[in-house]
């Protein structure tokens, strides 16, 4: 009877055995077959992206040294990693316009301290340059933004790793905004050491702050008509000494405006200048220093203040010869917030 009930247990061991050694193969086999169809899908089925557009970093043509992954990031799905330094990945897109795109790229980097790639053009010409911060691990994702210079048609896109050690779970490309129009300043596309927070301005939402002497932010944005502009700039300024200036792309001055005192990080006012604009895509750099002021929105109009309306004198676009100075007007308590700097108001 022992013996019997031994072999009974041995014949329940091997079976078991057999089954779990059976189903880590099929396991492995699995495993292969799937590597092997992304293979065969990634070399025979090319993947051709429309931009603007989302492109999932997976999603790539041919690449060279990268490994895919189940990513943690918000929308599940996988991430490209294994991303070491001269890697690369290569996507087909259609763009349809020449012009200026703005690019977010979803990056994750746990400890690659100078990590950096470009977006490159088919023959090398590199389109924009991305340096990629820690973010806090490589699945703790975090948006970077880049403007590019795209040209019309299809087209192969290289994302080349300059430094590696970072995930990468997608990009998007999307157009320029037009102008004339009204652009919130934290809707900035790139900028350096800015921080959006709360405003208690008119009309609620956030503002920028942390703006300092040298601080920068980009707007990529389409003129309708080249011409002259005005610029009004929704600002605050608890000490007084900020100068904004326009800058083009290649770092020409367009047309700066100084940022009065306003005795408060959340005292806003409106100053104004005006700038001529190139018609067309392009990228304009709200440029600042010394800086240390508020930053809520920014305006650009062909025609100036709309009318009928109300503007305060002190609003003019340019002038010669006078000084702002404190109003006890009746107006002056409505608002407050810019009445240090009433000289009297007009209606129309
Ligand atoms: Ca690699
Ligand atoms: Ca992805
Ligand atoms: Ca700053
Ligand atoms: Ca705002």
Known sequence: ?????????????TATVTVLSRSVRFNYLTNK??????????????????????VEAESYDTMQGIQVETTSDIGGGQNISNIDDGDWLDYSVTVPQDGVYTFKFRVANGWGDGAKFELRKADGTALA????PRTGGLQSWQTLGATAHLTAGS??????????????NWFEAAASRSLPGKLE??????????????????????????????DWMDYNV?????????????????YGNGVIYIKSEDGTTLGSV??????????????????????GSQVLRIYTNPGTWNFNWFSVSQNGSPLPGHIEAEDFATMQGVQPETTSDAGGDRIS???TMVIGWIIT
């Open 1 to 13: 009877m022992k013996k019997f009930l031994f072999f009974i247990s041995l014949f329940f061991v």
């Open 33 to 54: 077959l799937t590597n092997f169809l992304s293979l065969i899908e990634h070399s025979n089925l090319l993947i051709v992206s429309s931009l603007p557009g989302h």
């Open 129 to 132: 340059s991305v340096d990629v």
């Open 155 to 168: 087209q192969t896109l290289r994302l080349y790793v300059v430094k590696g050690n970072w995930n990468l």
């Open 185 to 214: 300043a934290e809707s900035f596309d790139v900028a350096s050491d800015v921080r959006p927070e709360t405003t208690s301005d008119e009309g609620g939402g956030q503002n920028l702050g942390y703006i300092d002497d040298g």
């Open 222 to 238: 389409n003129v309708a008509s080249a011409g002259e502009y005005v610029f009004q700039f929704r600002v605050a300024n608890s």
């Open 258 to 279: 100084n940022v009065p005192r306003t005795y408060g990080w959340q005292n806003w006012t409106t100053v104004s200048t005006t700038a001529t604009l190139p018609a």
């Open 337 to 339: 917030v810019v009445s």
